[in-house]
């Protein structure tokens, strides 16, 4: 079974930093492309960041660039978004997702908060 | 950056109706475009990629058509089990976009 397990949502100042965690099992890990898409409450869906299998490649969303960092750790089968100068428009459920054209596999999501 | 406009909004609809969904793209995306269905507190769930093809273990009264900026989300004949949100997602050169969301709800 494909498993996609996200840590590491926490509530957090504005300018803090947080690290997000995503575990996965049951697939190839180091084969797939991964992203991570947040949700504001009660918002629509918005991609964050992109890495290629390698970890090579790295794209970010034009509203994170700069001062998130996504990275990988194949033979931990992780994936991390390390999330620097937050501000309160980055409150999002943030998610971990599979796939490069199209997002095969999720995670369950873990709540970020950013507020004073 | 493509934008991808659906609609509609919100639909009102009942178990055994057909319902067709729509997603504009601001630019011809050929045929990367993928459906999501979507239900209170849980993850999105991959229902169609490339413009038609059904993920596995996909009810096939879901189906998708359309390419470069036009594409559309039927189901067929509405279950109990499909009032949620759908999106729709855009592949174009790195970058990824959704749809703002189409709720269907019990009329």
């Known amino acids: 079974e494909v498993q996609l397990v996200e840590s590491g949502g926490y509530l957090v100042q504005p300018g803090g930093s947080l690290r997000l965690s995503c575990a996965a099992s049951g697939f190839i890990f180091s084969s797939y492309e991964m992203n991570w898409v947040r949700q504001a409450p009660g918002k629509g869906l918005d991609w964050v960041s992109y890495i290629s299998s390698s970890g090579s490649t790295k794209y970010y969303a034009d509203s994170v660039r700069g001062r998130f960092i996504i990275s990988r750790d194949n033979a931990k089968n992780s994936l991390y978004l390390q999330m620097d100068s937050l501000r309160v428009e980055d409150t999002a459920v943030y998610y971990c997702?599979?796939?490069?054209?199209?997002?095969?596999?999720w995670g369950q999501g873990t709540l970020v908060t950013v507020s004073s | 950056d493509i934008q991808m406009t659906q609609s509609p909004s919100t639909l009102s609809t009942s178990v055994g109706d057909r319902v067709t969904i729509t997603c504009r793209a601001s630019?011809?995306?050929?045929?990367?475009l993928a459906w999501y269905q979507q239900k209170p507190g849980k993850a999105p769930k991959l229902l169609i990629y490339k413009a038609s093809s059904l993920q596995s273990g996909v009810p096939s009264r879901f189906s998708g058509s359309g390419s470069g900026t036009e594409f559309t989300l039927i189901i067929s004949s509405l279950h109990p089990d499909d009032f949620a949100t759908y999106y729709c997602?855009?592949?174009?050169?790195?970058?990824?976009?959704f749809g703002q969301g189409t709720k269907v709800e019990i009329k």
């Open positions: 630019q011809s995306i050929s045929s990367w």
């Open positions: 997702a599979a796939g490069w054209r199209h997002f095969e596999y």
């Open positions: 997602q855009q592949y174009n050169s790195y970058s990824w976009t």
